[in-house]
């Protein structure tokens, strides 16, 4: 197997996991709204420091989703259904 086919390999397995992404999808949903209710709190109390915490945490949450929606959007394109199954 080259390196080329066992990355794909792994690239498949990741994205046919559809329960462990779809855990990833929601927790990273839920820490971004954690930052959206830190930049709220920074729009009340005007403190600049929370509202850039409140960002970083944002970005962090948007970057460890975006992975778990591309494997999802993956899945639901290229997953095996049980009438495909049935014709092999």
Same mark, same amino acid.
């Given at each position: 197997?080259? %390196?080329?086919? !066992?990355?794909? !390999? =792994? #690239?498949? &397995?990741?994205?046919?996991? !559809? %329960? =462990? @992404?779809? =855990?990833?999808?929601?927790?990273?949903?839920?820490?971004?709204?954690?930052?959206?209710?830190?930049?709220?709190? $920074? &729009? *009340?109390? *005007?403190?600049?420091?929370?509202?850039?915490?409140?960002?970083?945490?944002? %970005?962090?949450? $948007?970057?460890?989703?975006?992975?778990?929606?591309?494997?999802? %959007?993956?899945? @639901? #394109?290229? @997953?095996?259904?049980? &009438? *495909?199954?049935? =014709? *092999?």
């Amino acid at each position: 197997m080259t %390196i080329n086919q !066992s990355l794909l !390999s =792994k #690239l498949n &397995s990741y994205a046919m996991d !559809s %329960i =462990k @992404r779809m =855990k990833q999808l929601q927790g990273g949903t839920g820490i971004f709204f954690i930052g959206v209710g830190i930049v709220y709190m $920074a &729009s *009340e109390l *005007e403190w600049q420091w929370l509202f850039y915490c409140g960002a970083a945490v944002m %970005i962090f949450a $948007a970057i460890f989703a975006f992975p778990a929606y591309l494997a999802l %959007i993956y899945w @639901r #394109l290229f @997953r095996n259904t049980g &009438s *495909e199954k049935n =014709k *092999e």
